[in-house]
Structures are given as structure tokens and as C-alpha cells.
């Protein structure tokens, strides 16, 4: 309790220790000079931007809006975005270009420093030199009058080319002058008399009379440089000593110019621009105070020596220096620089109705027209500022950087705190709400002073977040917060939620205004700007975002203010832009650009950083001018009507084919091995082109538009043989609806596998794939039906060779006792008898196991050897004895040269089926009595032979198939499954011969 008694005590006596009324400091009251208020921007090229040399001692405009430049290392042509050095496959006479202007007929003329006169025309050049008629190579002006007549001065005289009588030669025109006249400039007034100025000022008159003026002054001082006359019938003379000027037949000089005047220009808003040689440039504006001003220094040229002063169609002024080419562009933005301001990290700016402007920058700055001064309290001058809020009553309050805030009425001034009254001690923002309440933003919440006393405002009331931004109460009387991480409204004592609180849940929300249309708008930090239209329900409303793809300059808002007009004025990062209020109608609901015009900074202010996120970070004054915070001032926008800008010219200066550049002339034709096709894009345009925005298309592949990046490129990659078109469009943010257009047809060739031919050889090929793939299916098919055939045909023979042939020898032994029966019985017969039963008995055993072996070798399991020579005696006994108990009695004889042959199972299978067939063949239809079967080694190949001397018979295939002699067929087919041949030798009365001629691996001895 003691210790808070104490604080309250010294509290009140540093309160009453406050002076009554802010001091002004004395060293601030001064206003800056006039020349550092600039009304210009400025653009800079040099050698590093692609000038021959850096200086520029001539500029033409031609009529396609491409400048000219003449410098002492060569002549250049600049559209804007590229500059190209000239005449490099055609080397000048001389590089250095001292003076160039057009001729009616299209032709460039330039005049060099030794070189003679130059004529371009069609990208050709003519040299005019002593053949010519010129006997001095240093020209330094030459000039077109209205009558078509060139003139051509030099260092050694005055030359004129009249096509119509001398055609393309110069005629000497001070042939009788006792000295020749060293010419510098040439022009020609209202009345068409042509002045002459160099070593002394000459006049010719249209009749042809020549008069001479001689200048004030000492001579050495006289010799003219430049001469002009201007609108209002003044004739202006620069000379080596200064500026002097013709009125009334009397010339008169210029006071306070004390240089030589080089290079004169009358700009269309009727100012005198003076180039000077070592002291600038300077501007007069003609009238009854004829106001002279130097408009450089400061480092607005890279050099004070001007050589050429030139205005182009746009009204830009161009600067040719020993040092560089300047560009100045007027800007309706006006820097104020605050004294003493250093480089604050911050700043805040305010005003009230008497047109007063407050900035904070960590010192606090009043701004009465234009000028600014730092401004103290007694007690706060130890503080750094960061905002002033003017409240209703008239008392100022004013937040600071880690010291609260106070509040200055009059004699009172009033200090509030953290944690007695704030949330904390780093001000943000200020807002007088309804009630006369103060609610005050800071880094950690929000404070409300009313008059029931403070009340704090953290997450913990349900603030969307601690770090609060922005403040506003709108006409409905809610109070919206903006913070780092969310929108909060306060309605009826208690935070509520609605669509727009929902919808910016994430975003910064650095900046909110209500229009005079009701709605809300909001500024984000990353998300550009939304606008917010409530609806007939609670938490209902519309919400619409723009960004850069709609045409902002920016995704960073710092400040939306809105003028009387209803245009709004926009702030980001580093841009100033204002939107008709229209625009913002017409964009919500069409898919063309907004139209923005952006602001540039004056030069002493380009690269300024516009300040946001504290507020106020704009202010509208009462006379509809705009006032922004920035890094370098207080930037000051007067209400400026600005004419619609035409559409800057879109032309495609680039194609590059996989890495190889190629002239942009269309039709252009792409090879067929072209993987990757790039086109370059830029304008013709002199002006600044920050706002310049491209669209493209290709026809033929592209189906809608693409927004062009900043790189200004379009690549494609794997295009298809065809035609195409490339399309580009060009644009101005501040004029949308204006577009230029460009396009450039190309072809791409067809790689053979994409021609008529290479489809029709596919076609073939397919179609002679499917027709082999058919034949081999057939093929299959009639492999696979071959191979059920030759099966059938194997069981055809193996039920011939052991079924049917068993079942016909037990039939003949059943035959041969069905005739015993008719015998008489005796012991003879009765024996006979019992040996055909034995037989036939044997027979059918042999027959079921020879079927059985059939059937097991067709489960293709692992075979043994057999000995062949055993199985073949078997074979031969086994017919003898079959023979001999049936009526034919044929002995079967059995020789062979090796003594045991061990082949597979299979094969002797083979070997004996077939030879069994044989033998039989011959026991049972050859009638011989005797049959030989002989086994034979003829090296690696067996021969087996079976022989008989019986009745023989026909061999050819038609008749054994005729007669049913399906054996001998299964026979040759056996044979031939086993790799061998089998050769059929017989003849009717002399017998038969069966030879099988094998190669059979196996062991023989």
C-alpha cells in the first residue's frame, strides 16, 4: 500500500512538472530547399544498361516510339526494354554520333565527330562526305526545315541540300563569309526564317536575305550554342557565357545562370528547360515572373555537364549527360523529409480539420504547408512517438514506443499505463468510439478509458489475439479489431462471431475502413484485400477477396483510406495506388484487371518503405489530399486527374529453339526434333513499365489465356507437328481495358513416325503382325491336332501290335482246336489238344501284360534299360512256338553280331513292336516256312533285318492301304519316331525284305 501511495505521488508531480503548451524547436522551423522538394522521378541508363559509351550528346524519337541515341561510341535504338548498338555488320565512318534527327521521307540523319553525314534508311547507310559536297567530317547539327531543305552544320561552315534543285548534293551556303562559321545549332522560327548559331547568331530569311545579330557582351562569351524560340515569339540564345533571349528587337540575358548554355527544350506544358555545361539543368517558366529554378543536384544527374535535352511523345523528359541518359517522369507524390528523423523503424501519420499533420517517427513532427517541424512536450522528451490521435474534445493523445500513452488537453496532461491502465506500454492504434471512450491497441491486448474508468481486453475476453493491429466502429456501432491472427468484433458489451470474423480466422488484419456504401474493408498482410457486406441475419454477409491476380500491386495492404470521390487509395510495402470506387463494383463481377494507377516516388524518395502495421498509417486531409508515412517522409498525394495511358505496343523480340536463338519473323518454322520453344516478350514503350502486365496464348494448344510472370517468357515444351499462333497481349494496370496485341504464326515440321506414310507402314506392319499371329495360332492349332493324331495313331499301333495281334493269334490257336474236335479221339489228338490250350494260354497272359505295359509307358515315368538282343530272342521263340501249334510251322531264326544291347524301354518298346510286326507279317501271309531276323552293328548304327523267300507282294502305298496292310504304315511310323528309316523291299513268287536302319545310344558288346 505504501509503495503504490508513492508511485501515485511522483506520477502527479511529473504531471504538474509538464509545460502548459507544446515547444517548437527553433532549429526546425525552416523549411527544406526548394531544389531537394523534387516533382520528378528518375530512371538511370549507363554502359551496364547497354549504351555504347556513357555519353549521350543526341536523342530522336521515330515514329514508331523507338528512341535514338547518338554517344560518343555509337549510335543505339532503345524501344523501352532492350537498347541494340547499330551498325556493327556495317561500321560508322565514325562511332561518335554528335547530332540526329528524321527526315520526312523516314530517313535518320547523323552527324559524327569526323565521320561526315550519315544517312540511315531501310537498314542501310550512306556516307556524305567531300564527294558529297561536305569539306568538314565534324558535324554538329543537322536540320529539316518546313520547305524540305536540309541544312548541315560544321566546325568549318554552313552546308544545305535542296532535293528539288541540287538532289543528293550539299551546297556550301557561307561561301563569301571572310571566316567560315563554325555552326552548333540550327532551327526555324513561326515566320520560316532559318537561325543559325555557332562563332556569330545569322538569320535567313525565306527570301534568302542573310542578316546577322550580335550579341551583348563580350565576344569570347558570345558564341552560340543553342538556339529555340518558344511559344510566346521569344527567341532564346545559349551561348558560351549564358542564356539570352530576342523580344522586341532587343535581346536581353537571363540573370543567375553564369555556364554555358549547351542544349535548349520547350516541354509541352510550356517550361524552358536549360542544359547547362557543368552547372545542371535548369527550368524557367515564362511568364510575368519568369521563375528560374535548378532543378539537379543532389545527385539527380550522374553528371552536371548536359550535352542534349529531348521530350518524347509521352511527355517524359530525356537528360543526355557526360555521365549516363536520364529519364525524368513527373509524379504527382511530394516527400516532406522530417529533420532530426534518422531512420525509424516505424511511423504513424494524422491530421485535423485545420489541415494540421501529425507524423510519429520516434520524434513527433507537426507539417503546416509543407514544411515540418519537431514538436516537444516539457515532459516528453526522453519518448519515442508512435502515433497522435486527435479526439473529439480536442485533446490530443499521443501513443509511444514502451512508455504508454498521455493524453494533452490544454494545461492537463494525462499519462497512461501498463498494468494500472493498458494492457501494455506499446501503443498501436487509437479510436474515440461513440460513447466518447478511448480504446487504445497495443502489442498484448486492448484498453478502453471511458468514464467509469479502464478496462483491459486479452484472449482471455475472447480477443481473437494478443497483437492487435487496426481499430474501427463502424455506423452500426460495432467495434472491429484487427489483429495478427484474427478479426474481432465488439458488439453489445461482448465480442461476437459473424462470416467476416470467420472467414480472416488466419490473417494479419492490418488496416480497416467502412465506405460510404456500408461496407467493411479490411487490409491483410499476405492475403491482399476483402471486402465485407453484411446481411439481413446475424453473422450473416459476403465476403470478396482481391489480390494481385485482380490487378492489386500488391498481396500486403498497409492502408485503405477512402476520398470523397469514392476512389480508394491503397498502401503495401512499397507502393502507393489509388482504384475508382466503380472499379471495385465492376471487378466483382467481371474477369478483366482492375484499373489501378500506381504512384512513384520522387527522386530523394525512390526505394521509400511505406510503414503500416501502427495506426494511423494514412491520412485523408480535408482538402481530398492523401498523406502516407514512409521510410524517407511523409509522402503528400494532391487530387491529380490522370489521362487514360494508351496501351503500351506488344511485340515478341525472342524465340529460342532448344537453347538457340532465332529471329522472332513469322511464319516461323520450328524443326521436328525441337524439344523446347521459348518466347520472349516485351513492349515498345518509353515509359516506366511497373505496371505493364502480359497475357498469352498459343493457339493450337493453350486453351484460355496465361498471366505472363515477371521473367516476361512463355516456354512448350514436346509441341506436336502442326500450325500454331503465339498470341501476346499487353497491358496497363491503370488501363486495362486498353490492350495491344501481338502475334506470331509457326509451324512445327513432322518427325517421321508422326507422317501419313509412317502411319500407313504401322497400319501394314499391325496388320501383317496380326495375319502372322493368326498363322501361328493355325499353326498351333494344327500342331496340337497333328499331335492328338499321332497319338491316336501310337494307341492305333500299340492296340494293333499287342491287343489285335494276341487276340488274332489266340483266335487262330482256337481256330486250329475247333478242328481237332472233329478228329477222333486218341492220345495224339488229345495231346495237341492240351499244347494249343498251353499256347493260347500264354498268348492271352503275354497279351494282357504287353496292354498293361502299353498303358504304364504312357505315365511317362522314369524307363529301364532293356537288353534288346534278350528281348528279340524272346520275340523269335516266342513266334516259333506260336507258329509251330497252328498250321503255318514257321521257324523263326534269330542272328545278331554283338551279345547284349541295353537301350531304354521306350525304344526297345519301339524296336520290338515293330519287329514283332514283321515276324508276324511274314509267319503269317508269306507261306515261307522260315524267317530270318538278323541284328547287325554298322558302327553307331543298328541295322536289324527281317527276311522271308515267300509269295511276296506289292509295295506301293495305294495298294498296301487298298488291301488293309495298316502294320507295315505303323511300322514306318515307329521307325520314324525313333530317328531311323525303314526300308521295304519285296516282290510277288521272291519274298519280302524289312530293313530298320537305327542310331541307338545305348551299351552294346
Given at each position: 500500500m505504501v509503495f503504490r501511495f508513492a508511485l501515485v505521488v511522483v506520477c502527479l508531480g511529473a504531471w504538474c512538472a509538464l509545460p502548459a503548451r507544446p515547444q517548437v524547436?527553433?532549429?526546425?522551423?525552416?523549411?527544406?530547399?526548394?531544389?531537394?522538394?523534387?516533382?520528378?522521378?528518375?530512371?538511370?541508363?549507363?554502359?551496364?544498361?547497354?549504351?555504347?559509351?556513357?555519353?549521350?550528346?543526341?536523342?530522336?524519337?521515330?515514329?514508331?516510339?523507338?528512341?535514338?541515341?547518338?554517344?560518343?561510341?555509337?549510335?543505339?535504338?532503345?524501344?523501352?526494354?532492350?537498347?541494340?548498338?547499330?551498325?556493327?555488320?556495317?561500321?560508322?565512318?565514325?562511332?561518335?554520333?554528335?547530332?540526329?534527327?528524321?527526315?520526312?521521307?523516314?530517313?535518320?540523319?547523323?552527324?559524327?565527330?569526323?565521320?561526315?553525314?550519315?544517312?540511315?534508311?531501310?537498314?542501310?547507310?550512306?556516307?556524305?562526305?567531300?564527294?558529297?559536297?561536305?569539306?568538314?567530317?565534324?558535324?554538329?547539327?543537322?536540320?529539316?526545315?518546313?520547305?524540305?531543305?536540309?541544312?548541315?552544320?560544321?566546325?568549318?561552315?554552313?552546308?544545305?541540300m535542296d532535293a528539288a534543285s541540287t538532289g543528293e548534293r550539299l551546297r556550301r551556303v557561307d561561301v563569301g563569309a571572310i571566316v567560315p562559321q563554325a555552326v552548333h545549332s540550327i532551327t526555324e522560327d513561326k515566320t520560316g526564317r532559318i537561325w543559325v548559331g555557332g562563332s556569330r547568331l545569322t538569320a535567313f530569311d525565306p527570301d534568302g536575305t542573310e542578316r546577322e545579330f550580335v550579341l551583348p557582351g563580350v565576344y569570347s562569351q558570345n558564341r552560340v550554342k543553342s538556339v529555340l524560340e518558344t511559344r510566346d515569339g521569344r527567341l532564346w540564345v545559349g551561348t558560351v557565357g549564358g542564356l539570352q533571349y530576342l523580344e522586341k528587337g532587343k535581346f536581353h540575358t537571363v540573370a543567375g545562370i553564369r555556364a554555358t548554355v549547351r542544349t535548349l527544350l520547350e516541354s509541352s506544358d510550356g517550361t524552358l528547360w536549360i542544359g547547362t555545361i557543368g552547372n545542371g539543368v535548369w527550368t524557367l517558366h515564362p511568364g510575368s515572373s519568369d521563375t528560374l529554378r535548378r532543378i539537379s543536384g543532389q545527385g539527380l544527374l550522374p553528371s552536371e555537364t548536359v550535352l542534349y535535352l529531348f521530350e518524347d511523345d509521352q511527355r517524359q523528359i530525356w537528360i543526355g549527360t557526360q555521365a549516363g541518359l536520364v529519364r525524368l517522369n513527373k509524379t504527382p507524390?511530394?516527400?516532406?523529409?522530417?529533420?532530426?528523423?534518422?531512420?525509424?523503424?516505424?511511423?504513424?501519420?494524422?491530421?485535423?480539420?485545420?489541415?494540421?499533420?501529425?507524423?510519429?517517427?520516434?520524434?513527433?513532427?507537426?507539417?503546416?504547408?509543407?514544411?515540418?517541424?519537431?514538436?516537444?512536450?516539457?515532459?516528453?522528451?526522453?519518448?519515442?512517438?508512435?502515433?497522435?490521435?486527435?479526439?473529439?474534445?480536442?485533446?490530443?493523445?499521443?501513443?509511444?514506443?514502451?512508455?504508454?500513452?498521455?493524453?494533452?488537453?490544454?494545461?492537463?496532461?494525462?499519462?497512461?499505463?501498463?498494468?494500472?491502465?493498458?494492457?501494455?506500454?506499446?501503443?498501436?492504434?487509437?479510436?474515440?468510439s461513440r460513447d466518447g471512450a478511448m480504446w487504445i491497441a497495443t502489442d498484448e491486448g486492448v484498453s478502453r478509458i471511458g468514464t467509469e474508468g479502464a478496462k483491459k481486453f486479452t484472449e482471455a475476453n475472447g480477443l481473437a489475439f494478443f497483437s492487435t493491429r487496426s481499430l474501427l466502429q463502424d455506423s452500426g456501432g460495432s467495434l472491429w479489431i484487427g489483429t495478427d491472427h484474427g478479426l474481432s468484433r465488439w458488439k453489445n458489451g461482448r465480442f461476437e462471431q459473424d462470416a467476416a470474423t470467420a472467414a480472416l480466422a488466419q490473417d494479419q488484419v492490418w488496416s480497416i475502413l467502412e465506405d460510404r456504401s456500408g461496407a467493411l474493408w479490411f487490409g491483410t498482410r499476405d492475403h491482399g484485400l476483402f471486402r465485407y457486406r453484411a446481411g439481413p441475419g446475424t453473422g450473416k454477409g459476403s465476403l470478396q477477396q482481391f489480390t494481385a491476380s485482380e490487378g492489386l500491386p500488391s498481396n500486403s495492404v498497409y492502408q485503405v483510406l477512402q476520398d470523397r470521390t469514392g476512389r480508394f487509395w491503397v498502401t503495401g510495402p512499397n507502393t502507393i495506388a489509388s482504384v475508382a470506387e466503380t472499379e471495385m463494383e465492376r471487378a466483382a463481377s467481371a474477369a478483366q484487371p482492375l484499373s489501378v494507377q500506381t504512384y512513384r516516388m520522387p527522386f530523394g524518395a525512390d526505394g521509400a518503405q511505406m510503414y503500416g502495421g501502427r495506426q494511423p498509417a494514412g491520412y485523408l486531409a480535408p482538402d481530398?489530399?492523401?498523406?502516407?508515412?514512409?521510410?524517407?517522409?511523409?509522402?503528400?498525394?494532391?487530387?491529380?486527374?490522370?489521362?487514360?495511358?494508351?496501351?503500351?505496343?506488344?511485340?515478341?523480340?525472342?524465340?529460342?529453339?532448344?537453347?538457340?536463338?532465332?529471329?522472332?519473323n513469322g511464319p516461323l518454322k520450328v524443326a521436328a526434333n525441337v524439344v523446347r520453344l521459348s518466347f520472349a516478350f516485351t513492349v515498345v514503350s518509353l515509359r516506366p513499365q511497373d505496371g505493364v502486365r502480359f497475357r498469352y496464348k498459343l493457339e493450337g494448344f493453350d486453351p484460355s489465356w496465361n498471366t505472363a510472370g515477371v521473367n516476361r517468357e512463355a516456354t512448350y515444351t514436346n509441341l506436336r507437328a502442326g500450325s500454331y499462333r503465339f498470341r501476346v497481349r499487353a497491358f496497363n494496370t491503370a488501363n486495362p481495358e486498353s490492350v495491344s496485341e501481338f502475334d506470331l504464326v509457326l509451324v512445327k515440321a513432322q518427325v517421321f513416325y508422326e507422317t501419313w506414310w509412317f502411319y500407313a507402314l504401322c497400319g501394314v506392319i499391325v496388320l501383317a503382325v496380326a495375319w502372322s499371329l493368326y498363322q501361328v495360332r493355325v499353326r498351333g492349332m494344327r500342331t496340337r491336332f497333328a499331335a492328338v493324331l499321332e497319338e491316336r495313331s501310337r494307341l492305333a499301333r500299340e492296340m494293333h501290335d499287342t491287343v489285335i495281334q494276341g487276340c488274332a493269334g489266340i483266335s487262330a490257336l482256337l481256330e486250329a482246336m475247333a478242328s481237332t474236335q472233329e478228329l477222333k479221339a486218341g492220345s495224339e489228338q488229345g495231346a495237341t489238344k492240351d499244347g494249343l490250350l498251353e499256347v493260347a494260354r500264354v498268348q492271352a497272359r503275354t497279351t494282357i501284360d504287353e496292354a498293361r505295359q502299353a498303358i504304364w509307358n504312357m505315365r511317362h515315368e522314369p524307363e529301364k534299360d532293356v537288353d534288346l538282343i534278350a528281348a528279340l530272342k524272346g520275340v523269335a521263340a516266342q513266334t516259333t512256338r506260336e507258329s509251330e501249334a497252328g498250321e503255318s510251322r514257321t521257324v523263326v531264326v534269330f542272328e545278331h553280331d554283338v551279345e547284349r544291347m541295353a537301350v531304354g524301354a521306350s525304344v526297345a518298346h519301339e524296336i520290338l513292336m515293330t519287329v514283332r510286326e514283321a515276324v508276324y507279317n511274314s509267319v503269317q501271309h508269306s507261306r515261307s516256312g522260315r524267317v530270318e531276323l538278323q541284328l547287325k552293328m554298322r558302327g553307331e548304327e543298328l541295322v536289324i533285318s527281317i527276311a522271308d523267300k515267300g509269295c511276296g507282294f506289292a509295295t506301293d502305298r495305294e495298294n498296301v492301304v487298298a488291301e488293309g496292310h495298316y502294320g507295315i504304315v505303323g511300322m514306318r511310323e515307329r521307325v520314324q519316331r525313333l530317328g531311323g528309316r525303314m526300308e521295304l523291299t519285296s516282290a510277288r513268287g521272291v519274298g519280302t525284305r524289312v530293313q530298320l536302319r537305327l542310331r541307338v545310344r545305348g551299351d552294346s558288346r
Open positions: 524547436r527553433p532549429e526546425s522551423t525552416q523549411a527544406l530547399p526548394a531544389q531537394q522538394q523534387f516533382e520528378y522521378t528518375r530512371t538511370l541508363w549507363r554502359i551496364s544498361d547497354g549504351l555504347p559509351e556513357d555519353t549521350v550528346q543526341a536523342i530522336v524519337e521515330s515514329s514508331e516510339g523507338v528512341l535514338w541515341i547518338g554517344t560518343t561510341g555509337g549510335l543505339t535504338r532503345f524501344d523501352g526494354s532492350h537498347m541494340e548498338v547499330t551498325a556493327r555488320a556495317q561500321p560508322l565512318l565514325a562511332n561518335s554520333i554528335f547530332t540526329l534527327t528524321f527526315g520526312r521521307d523516314g530517313s535518320l540523319w547523323a552527324g559524327t565527330e569526323g565521320g561526315g553525314l550519315l544517312r540511315l534508311r531501310n537498314g542501310a547507310v550512306k556516307a556524305y562526305s567531300f564527294s558529297e559536297g561536305l569539306t568538314d567530317g565534324f558535324v554538329r547539327k543537322v536540320f529539316e526545315d518546313s520547305r524540305g531543305r536540309l541544312w548541315v552544320g560544321t566546325d568549318d561552315g554552313l552546308f544545305v507524390v511530394r516527400v516532406v523529409a522530417l529533420p532530426e528523423s534518422g531512420d525509424p523503424d516505424f511511423g504513424t501519420i494524422s491530421g485535423d480539420e485545420h489541415g494540421d499533420v501529425w507524423v510519429a517517427a520516434q520524434n513527433l513532427y507537426l507539417i503546416r504547408k509543407n514544411v515540418a517541424r519537431r514538436v516537444t512536450y516539457g515532459g516528453l522528451t526522453n519518448i519515442k512517438v508512435r502515433n497522435v490521435y486527435r479526439a473529439r474534445d480536442g485533446a490530443l493523445w499521443i501513443g509511444t514506443d514502451g512508455s504508454g500513452a498521455y493524453r494533452v488537453d490544454g494545461d492537463e496532461v494525462r499519462h497512461y499505463t501498463a498494468p494500472a491502465e493498458l494492457t501494455n506500454n506499446f501503443i498501436r492504434g487509437f479510436l474515440e481530398d489530399s492523401v498523406w502516407f508515412p514512409t521510410s524517407r517522409g511523409a509522402a503528400h498525394l494532391a487530387r491529380v486527374e490522370t489521362a487514360a495511358e494508351p496501351a503500351p505496343r506488344a511485340s515478341v523480340d525472342g524465340v529460342i529453339e532448344d537453347g538457340q536463338s532465332v529471329a522472332p
